[in-house]
């Protein structure tokens, strides 16, 4: 694919959704990490699919994204702390409602 295109798409997409939403709130947490592959033996690619493969593993999944780059940012910090995850059963809960979001959005013409 062309990357004007996956860029086209991918505002698209983004612009299809809000930050106070629970996908804006993970989208929020991929804006505010870098993957830095030679430390992680990822791809971010490979870690998008990773979570959506297993959604039950956010908790090891959030965690894994931002030890891939071994600079913790106050922005990741903040992201992290958007997605609640103090209570047993609430990651669950958000992909949950995430994946219901993600159906439940109009992304004709994408």
Not at 42 to 65: G, I, Q, Y
Request: charged fraction near 25%.
């Amino acid at each position: 694919m062309e990357k004007k295109q996956l860029l086209a798409q991918t505002m698209a997409f983004l612009m299809c959704t809000t930050p106070e939403t629970t996908l804006g709130k993970l989208l929020n947490f991929c804006l505010a990490t870098k993957v830095v592959a030679e430390n992680s033996g990822k791809t971010p690619l490979e870690f998008a699919n990773e979570l959506l493969d297993h959604p039950e593993r956010l908790v090891n999944w959030l965690s894994d994204v931002i030890d891939s780059d071994d600079d913790y940012s106050i922005e990741e910090m903040l992201a992290v702390n958007e997605i609640p995850l103090h209570k047993a059963g609430q990651s669950q809960q958000f992909m949950e409602k995430l994946l219901a979001e993600l159906d439940s959005l109009d992304t004709q013409g994408l």
